[in-house]
């Protein structure tokens, strides 16, 4: 099955149906075409594939990625997925080598080899490479479509800017595997599986295969709880230069781990794979090979 999300990123995927079906044809003896409505029609187009089908093919961007791998898993299918990034950030797709280019990707699908990828459950859902909060991590959902449309990833950067004024820490508790805990007066934390984040390069040394993801939080040392000026800092260059760049800061904690218990004070959002991850406590588990897609040979 081909599955299409129009609604990604700037929608031109419409525009080449035509041509992606012709292409999968010339590898699969059959091929069904669903363009979906919504994304309740989309997660029933997902959970019909599943039941009906050896392969899933799909175009949307990284909340697409998660909506699929969720039902895939709920659905304990070894259906085998390939990806077409149409979104704006495309975070998963620079970690799996998948590149924007239509042609280019098709080339992986038609010739690649399917491959497992770690993910992890966060609160009973799966998610696919970040769990975040914190400063900036409400841009990727409450950044409007047509924004995102118009300006791509300056819509998000945009609403992004605004939140530096009233951003506060979050007094994070955290326990990473078996560690005892720890408190972190933190503005913002990424549990990672992923080596970019809101179309920025932050982690070049993440491996998605290991069975492990990486933790980062941001620390203010300002007694107002403000976000800081020393902390801003360390969070432009993070994104600028990578979490290598800053690991030695005194303001940064940084662990990989397998599972990881986090909790505030702070009533804040959750960010799972760009998508709102509603509110609480935080108990994630690395999933080991939790699902499988074609890459490039």
Not at 21 to 26: A, G, I, P, S, V
């Amino acid at each position: 099955m081909f599955l299409c999300n129009p609604n990604s990123g700037k929608g031109k995927i419409l525009k080449k149906i035509e041509y992606i079906l012709t292409r999968l044809k010339q590898k699969f003896e059959e091929v069904e075409v669903k363009i979906t409505k919504s994304r309740q029609d989309l997660l029933n187009e997902t959970k019909n594939a599943c039941l009906n089908f050896d392969v899933l093919v799909f175009a949307g961007g990284d909340g697409t990625v998660n909506d699929v791998v969720n039902v895939v898993k709920n659905n304990n299918s070894n259906i085998v997925l390939g990806y077409i990034p149409t979104g704006t950030c495309n975070d998963f797709s620079k970690s799996a080598n998948i590149p924007k280019n239509i042609k280019k990707a098709l080339n992986i699908i038609c010739t690649g080899t399917p491959t497992f990828f770690d993910g992890f459950c966060v609160n009973g859902r799966f998610g696919v490479y970040v769990c975040a909060s914190g400063i900036f991590t409400s841009a990727s959902y409450n950044t409007k479509q047509k924004s995102k449309r118009f300006l791509g990833k300056l819509g998000y950067y945009f609403h992004s800017f605004k939140e530096i004024f009233s951003a506060k820490s979050l007094d994070l508790t955290f326990q990473l595997d078996n560690k005892p805990p720890q408190t972190h007066n933190s503005v913002l934390f990424l549990l990672m599986n992923s080596c970019s984040v809101a179309g920025w390069k932050l982690n070049k040394n993440s491996n998605v295969h290991d069975g492990k993801m990486d933790f980062v939080s941001i620390e203010t040392k300002r007694k107002s709880k403000k976000l800081g000026f020393r902390a801003l800092l360390v969070i432009a260059k993070m994104f600028l230069f990578g979490v290598n760049s800053v690991k030695k800061s005194k303001l940064v904690k940084f662990e990989k781990f397998s599972n990881a218990k986090l909790k505030t004070k702070a009533k804040s959002t959750i960010n799972v794979d760009g998508e709102n991850g509603g509110t609480g406590e935080i108990d994630l588990e690395v999933k080991k090979d939790m699902f499988k897609i074609f890459v490039k040979r």
